[in-house]
């Protein structure tokens, strides 16, 4: 369920997922109960994002091949699932993302980091506070 990709410029999950497969994604978190491809777009159509049948029903089958979301047999349709909560996801990409980063540009992520937070005093107090809370943690250990 690794992400191979990343679109730095893209919003929310669409940074790692396909447009369409944000859209279909989004709403599944959304709907937050298992549901059927008619349901999907259906509410799909609902927000104003109208993805024929045909299209959800491909795109939940390839969110289902790598893993985004898990389907189970519901009379003679599928239930879809996300397998991860949205948070889960956003943990599991950003530390994808910054273990990358870490492995192979280590100094220039952290001088951007650093450079990053101290023009922000609100971000920078909570990465220190989060930054000890880790601390706390590794030496209970």
Known sequence: MDAKVFRPHADGSAAVLGPLESTVMNAVWEIATPATVGEIAKWLKRTGQHIHYSSAKTTLNTLTEKGYVTKRPVGKA???????????????????????????????LMASLAQTLAGDPASLDEFERLLAEQRALKDRR
Do not use: I
């Open 78 to 108: 599928n239930a879809f699932t996300a397998a991860l909560s949205r948070d889960a996801f956003e943990q599991r990409v950003v530390g994808g993302v910054l273990g990358g980063l870490m492995r192979n540009y280590r100094n220039p």
